[in-house]
């Protein structure tokens, strides 16, 4: 079946790092959405990319269709983007439902 | 941004018993999903909806019902509560495409 991999696994970055996540997706893609989640549990949309590069504040996603894969740039990292990023493309078809990755544990220390 | 609202937030259950989880939207998306989170995974479909009174089965549906009484309201029902079913619970909603996400109900089953 389809399968999302995400890497790394985890990242342990000094404020002010940079740091590149990437989400690869097994079989064909038409989009990704990008997802952070808190320390508590709840989850933000940060970007639903079908295709290209977009640009929100620090955080840059580029998904590129025909290579099954997409990544989450973040710029000058604080220690408030210290969380989980998800990541989800769509499958099935119908309904737009996703399937997610296993995520990227991001921990900024000062 | 789409508003979705969760009740409980969590909930201690009873081996056995009945749980239902509720999911109320308000920005009028016609596709609503349930997910599932188990520590250290990522999320999973357990049942969404198209359309008021219509529901579709996703990847793990076995041991869950859900209905879908009007287009705003979405519930997640175990008849019969068992202890494998101790996760987070996400609802999201989407016009769709994008996906938004409730914040979640932890329910743990005793």
């Known amino acids: 079946g389809q399968q999302v991999q995400q890497s790394p696994a985890s990242l342990v970055l000094q404020e002010g790092e940079n740091a590149e996540l990437q989400c690869n997706f097994s079989?064909?893609?038409?989009?990704m959405q990008w997802f952070y989640q808190r320390p508590e549990g709840s989850l933000v949309s940060l970007f639903y990319?079908?295709?290209g590069t977009k640009q929100s504040g620090r955080l840059t996603s580029t998904t590129v269709i025909k290579e099954r894969r997409s990544s989450l740039h973040i710029s000058s990292s604080q220690i408030t983007d210290s969380g989980t990023y998800l990541c989800?493309?769509?499958?099935?078809?119908?309904?737009?439902?996703?399937?997610f990755g296993t995520g990227t544990l991001l921990s900024v220390k000062p | 941004e789409a508003a979705v609202t969760q009740s409980p937030r969590s909930k201690v259950a009873v081996t056995g018993g009945k749980v239902t989880l509720s999911c109320h939207q308000t920005?009028?998306?016609?596709?609503m999903y349930w997910y599932r989170q188990d520590t250290g995974h990522g999320l999973r479909l357990i049942h969404y909806?198209?359309?008021?009174?219509?529901?579709e089965k996703g990847d793990i549906p076995d041991g869950y019902k859900a209905s879908r009484p009007s287009q705003e309201n979405f519930s997640l029902i175990l008849e019969l509560a068992s202890l494998s079913q101790t996760a987070v619970y996400f609802c999201?909603?989407?016009?769709?495409?994008?996906?938004?996400f409730g914040p979640g109900t932890r329910l743990t089953v005793l």
């Open positions: 989800a493309p769509p499958y099935g078809g119908s309904g737009n439902k996703l399937i």
């Open positions: 920005n009028n998306h016609d596709y």
């Open positions: 990319n079908p295709s």
């Open positions: 909806s198209y359309v008021a009174d219509s529901t």
């Open positions: 079989t064909s893609l038409n989009s």
């Open positions: 999201a909603s989407s016009p769709g495409l994008e996906q938004f």
